[in-house]
């Protein structure tokens, strides 16, 4: 999973890059300090796998991992080529999903592009140059079919869908507000690789006193629940500041840290709950003497896919799969007693897996 964390200059956005990844990344109080994409890979927390880890005595832990990407800050005109322009919105067209980092604090020390706070205008102008963007791709595409439309139906069929994100994205509505009728017209759009088709979280950044009850008290974060409402897209509360604070701190040391500030989770843990859930993602787990391994899949995914993930082989030569629910598993203390009160399924091609099976793949080439 590959994400890009985006924003107008001075919101936050390097500052909450530094404090998920630890890389470093320059933050300063003045617009493009980030110039070149800065990338990270966070491992996702789950408790399970330091569980699963200790019952089978496992050389080592493999966590799912998530690839953030820290993009240069965006102002009006950048597809013109204002600011960094092209080169942040060709970093961002490799992204799975979009971190809209939105300023949700008063600080007069720390300078805002537009010269006061204002959520909704930050997003607005943000996804304005991401529509002008697809927008100039849309009419080129156009342009090319319609010399084709002619003599092939199938392209006279997805000029139709282009004409209609034309005339949606020139109201300004985002492509991954569009409806579309039919699943070969979802799988021609995504073919795209549109910008505003992008599923998107909003990252309201808040001051300390904010985080205490979530933002529910703020006014600016009201305004980006009701936009992200609007627009089908997650939103979570964080305080940049408090991530930063606590990057460098043990897990121990952590949630002592947040149990103090009476808040129960990190920004890290609420955004890869947002990410998991916005994707459709789940994982599942394995677990052995060598290593104890968390592996992300879609939500839906069966079997054979499932342990394609491990390896091509063993998709392609998938036999059957042998699962036990993590919480079963844990309960009985280990495999062997999981078998014996029959609580290891043998299952085939068709099963769908869910999040937290324990799985031992068998397959044959």
């Known amino acids: 999973m590959k994400l890009g964390i985006v924003g107008l200059p001075n919101v936050g956005k390097s500052t909450l890059f530094n404090s998920l990844t630890q890389a470093g990344a ?14 990270g890979i966070v491992t996702v927390p789950d408790p399970r796998l330091k569980v699963l880890s200790d019952l089978y005595s496992s050389k080592k832990i493999v ?15 950048a597809s013109k080529g204002e600011g960094l322009g092209n080169k942040f919105l060709s970093n961002i067209r490799e992204v799975d999903a979009i971190v809209h980092v939105v300023r949700c604090f008063e600080d007069t020390n720390v300078v805002h592009v537009d010269g ?6 930050d997003i607005e102008t943000i996804n304005l140059e991401l529509i002008f963007s ?8 156009i342009a090319k079919s319609a010399k084709l439309a002619k003599m092939d139906k199938t392209v006279a069929k997805e000029l139709e869908v282009l004409n209609m994100i ?5 109201e300004g509505i985002s492509v991954r ?8 017209d979802f799988a021609f759009v995504a073919s795209l690789n549109l910008l505003t088709n992008k599923p998107v979280i909003y990252a309201a950044n808040v001051s300390e006193d904010d985080l205490i009850d979530d933002g529910v008290s703020n006014p600016y974060v009201k305004t980006v629940k009701d ?17 930063e604070e606590i990057a460098e701190l043990d897990e121990d040391e952590k949630k002592e840290f947040l149990d103090d500030l009476g808040v129960h989770e990190s920004g890290l843990d609420k955004l890869v709950a947002a990410s998991y859930e916005l994707l459709g993602l789940i994982s599942y787990l394995t677990a052995g003497e060598q290593e104890t391994r968390a ?12 342990a394609g993930k491990i390896h091509t082989d063993f998709e392609r030569g998938f036999i059957k799969a042998e699962i036990i629910a993590y919480e079963a598993l844990v309960a009985t203390g280990s495999l062997v007693a999981a078998k014996e009160k029959g609580l290891v399924r043998i299952e085939g091609k068709e099963y769908v897996v869910k999040d937290g099976d324990v799985i031992l793949f068998r397959f044959n080439i």
């Open 26 to 39: 320059e933050s300063a109080n003045y617009p493009f300090c980030t110039i070149d994409p800065n990338v």
């Open 63 to 77: 966590p799912a991992v998530i690839e953030f990407v820290d993009i240069a800050g965006l102002v009006k005109g």
């Open 116 to 121: 006061e706070v204002n959520p909704v205008r």
């Open 134 to 141: 697809d927008m100039e791709m849309v009419d080129r595409r």
């Open 166 to 170: 034309k005339e949606k994205l020139e």
């Open 177 to 184: 507000a569009i409806e579309f009728d039919h699943d070969d």
């Open 227 to 243: 936009w992200a409402k609007e627009e089908g897209s997650s939103i979570f509360v964080l305080c940049a500041k408090i991530e």
């Open 295 to 306: 592996w992300t899949i879609t939500r839906g995914t069966k079997a054979p896919g499932a």
